[in-house]
């Protein structure tokens, strides 16, 4: 405890940050970035019932309707419906579904950039980020036109041999799963023994050596496999902010919140934009790039809800 309170000190609560956040943040343009697991729904045992609350989808839903947001997460974006669903039905008794993280959010006012920023949908497409053969144009089921950026798509083959080899190892150490993320995939070891849990590392790294072009990530109980490419959250944030016309506004303000290592790489972006909030979430006190911290979900929802609230009052007094 004493350590969280000195640790506090430098990363002090948004929520009793609130009134200065709102001072910097007048007449200015937020963006909010959010991470999924450990950030809107508390970490659980299985990843497939990480189920966000639906006080926290409110509040987030809120949030879509008062400032352009976007879900960064590690899981894949997908949200083909139908077809989860007839898979649903189908593999009801079997063991993992692998969630998108779409399926869990269920909102349609907000974007989403799954596999850790490799996997963006957005309504525009980019002029500065590169090379053009990563952005195809679709049109979601609303009838929107709308651009998949994806830097990594041609990674795909590989990663689903990739798969399969970790797959096997999974099979014969109790507890393990490999969650396929489309472009990249995780190595959850949350519910194996600890005795083994060394084990699963050695094979899965071993098995890794064999792609050079492949890194290994530490999560939270989770090795996460990655193309090695220059992209992490932190550039699909500045991606999100280009597309969505607010990259070089010196008016615009990205606030990220998120609790793993890999929303590190958002934290450091928005430290180099030089302005904005990098919100990390964690209970227990931990090296972090960012400024601002808030303990769990629980706190997210009432800063997300105070968030929205301030710009509903702020929009209404505009009014009168
Ligand atoms: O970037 P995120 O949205 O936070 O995704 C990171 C990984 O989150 C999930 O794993 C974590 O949460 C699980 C459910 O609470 C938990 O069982 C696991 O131990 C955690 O590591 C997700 O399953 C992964 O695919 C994401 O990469």
Redesign the pocket.
């Known amino acids: 405890m004493i350590l969280y309170d000195i640790w506090l000190k430098n990363h002090p609560s948004a929520l009793s940050s609130f009134e200065e956040i709102k001072s910097v943040a007048h007449e200015k343009q937020m963006v909010v970035f959010l ?5 809107l ?7 497939d ?2 189920f966000m609350s639906t006080e926290m989808r409110s509040a987030v839903r809120e949030i879509g309707e008062h400032f352009p947001t976007a879900i ?4 894949s974006r997908n949200k083909c419906r139908k077809k989860i669903k007839l898979k649903m039905k189908r593999e009801k008794k079997r063991s993992s579904m692998q969630m998108k ?1 779409f399926q869990f959010v269920r909102l349609n006012n907000i974007y989403y950039a799954g596999s ?1 920023g490799m996997d963006i949908s957005t309504p525009t497409v980019s002029l500065n980020y590169g090379n053009h053969e990563y952005q195809t144009r679709t049109i979601d089921e609303k009838g929107n036109d709308m651009v998949n950026f994806c830097p990594v798509r041609d990674f795909l083959p590989r990663i689903q041999t990739i798969k399969d080899k970790l797959e096997k190892i999974a099979k014969d150490i109790k507890g393990a799963s490999v ?1 396929d ?1 489309k472009f ?1 995939l ?1 190595v ?1 070891y ?1 519910c194996v023994n600890e005795e083994n849990v060394g084990k699963l590392k050695e094979m899965v790294e071993s098995t890794m050596e064999f792609y050079n072009d492949f890194r290994i990530s530490e ?4 090795m ?1 496999i990655h193309p090695i490419i220059n992209w992490d959250k932190g550039r699909a944030l500045q991606y999100l902010l280009d597309t969505l016309g607010f990259e070089d506004s010196s008016n615009v303000l990205p606030i990220y919140i ?3 290592k ?2 590190e790489d958002a934290f450091k972006m928005i430290k180099s934009i030089g302005r904005g909030f990098p919100v990390a979430v964690s209970t227990t006190p931990k090296e972090t790039e960012a400024l601002y911290s808030l303990r769990d979900p629980t706190e997210v929802m009432s800063f997300l809800i105070l968030l929205a609230k301030w710009k509903m009052g702020c929009a209404l007094s505009k009014l009168v």
């Open positions: 991470d999924y697991d450990g950030t729904s508390p970490i659980v045992n299985n990843p019932q990480a960064i997460s590690g899981r993280v850790h969650e993320n990249c995780s959850h949350r999560g939270k109980k989770v996460e998120g609790d793993d890999t929303d």
